[in-house]
T-cell receptor, first 115, second 113 residues
Framework: GENVEQHPSTLSVQEGDSAVIKCTYS??????FPWYKQELGKGPQLIIDIRSNVGEKKDQRIAVTLNKTAKHFSLHITETQPEDSAVYFC??????????????FGQGTILTVHP | EPEVTQTPSHQVTQMGQEVILRCVPI?????FYWYRQILGQKVEFLVS????????KSEIFDDQFSVERPDGSNFTLKIRSTKLEDSAMYFCASSEGRERTQYFGPGTRLLVL
């Protein structure tokens, strides 16, 4: 089955700096890659996603890149703010055959943005 | 904005007891999921549910687990005889379609003593 590895496990940056979180996946059939942000006491909230037919997607300060050949994808946050501090999860899934879109998650990255 | 809700937020139970975790998915969604996260570990898929039946389940989802959509709005996860290792945060999620975004609820923290 699919295995998703996420690095780093913790990331500490100064406000205004950029943050990059990287994930690799194992199943070449995976075609959907969401990123979730989890704040304390809340469930994961989708922040951006990308499908395998594009290589990059951007939404204001957040961007995701996908390299299908290398089976890795990355989250880029620019001009970080203290409210970006949270746990970030990458995930991968596919909906082919008998799969109904189950998400396989990475281990999570604790991002701390210092004012 | 519509959201997935879950009750209770916390549940403490004795080993061997049955627990039912409840979820109200977003109203026009058709696909429903349960995930769990043991403290310090990855979020893990348990089961997906579509058209009133289980569509996919993981190895974790053994005979002690069951899911139900009893009344067209609630989606429940039952653990028949809880074990210490069932202690985890349980998340419900729903989506409009098989290849659509999954929206997660806030979770139920289950502690088995």
């Amino acid at each position: 089955g699919e295995n998703v590895e996420q690095h780093p496990s913790t990331l500490s940056v100064q406000e205004g700096d950029s943050a990059v979180i990287k994930c690799t996946y194992s199943d070449s059939a995976s075609n959907y890659f969401p990123w979730y942000k989890q704040e304390l006491g809340k469930g994961p909230q989708l922040i951006i996603d990308i499908r395998s037919n594009v290589g990059e997607k951007k939404d204001q300060r957040i961007a995701v890149t996908l390299n299908k050949t290398a089976k890795h994808f990355s989250l880029h946050i620019t001009e970080t703010q203290p409210e970006d501090s949270a746990v970030y999860f990458c995930a991968a899934s596919h909906s082919r055959g008998t799969s109904y879109g189950k998400l396989t998650f990475g281990q999570g990255t604790i991002l701390t943005v210092h004012p | 904005e519509p959201e997935v809700t879950q009750t209770p937020s916390h549940q403490v139970t004795q080993m061997g007891q049955e627990v039912i975790l409840r979820c109200v998915p977003i109203s026009n969604h058709l696909y429903f999921y349960w995930y769990r996260q043991i403290l310090g570990q990855k979020v893990e898929f348990l089961v997906s549910f579509y058209n009133n039946e289980i569509s996919e389940k993981s190895e974790i989802f053994d005979d002690q687990f069951s899911v139900e959509r009893p009344d067209g709005s609630n989606f429940t996860l039952k653990i028949r005889s809880t074990k210490l290792e069932d202690s985890a945060m349980y998340f419900c999620a729903s989506s409009e379609g098989r290849e659509r975004t999954q929206y997660f609820g806030p979770g139920t923290r289950l502690l088995v003593l």
